[in-house]
């Protein structure tokens, strides 16, 4: 993806053939001493980009709670870096969902700086509910995410 390509991404980013394409901007808050992005800053650009596929299935967090009683909780994490990010970088995260189970999602979210692979993340993703026990993913928000993610 070009940087004109990135630079015209609305905010909550573009759902294209199953792919979510987030932009993020590197800013000095992210970044080491030598404006590096810090490893654990590549999980909260990760975690953006999925909340953003959330509004864009018409579903934000706090509905989520509201409606249904429901939150997604990380699982497990697998980060896999390849090659530093640095300050004022413009990064896209590309999400897709591997896998739905019946109380799951699995992603595979790879950060990119143009063409060159940043970190990859594998994701999974678990439905809790109100006391933080296992509930299964609501048909409606299955659905929702079978749709445009093209799952």
Known sequence: MSVKQICDLPPSGLIEKGI???PVRVYYED?????IVYHANY????ERARTEILRLVGLEQTELSKRFGLFFAVKDCFVTF???ARLDDLLVVR???TVIRGASLSFEQ???FGDAEIARCDIRIACVD???????????VRQAFTSILGF
């Open 20 to 22: 979510h394409h987030f």
């Open 95 to 97: 999400s897709r969902i």
């Open 110 to 112: 790879v950060i990119m």
């Open 43 to 46: 999980l909260k650009f990760a």
């Open 130 to 140: 109100e006391r933080g026990g296992p509930a299964r993913i609501p048909a409606e």
């Open 31 to 35: 970044t080491d001493n030598a404006k």
């Open 82 to 84: 390849a090659r530093p």
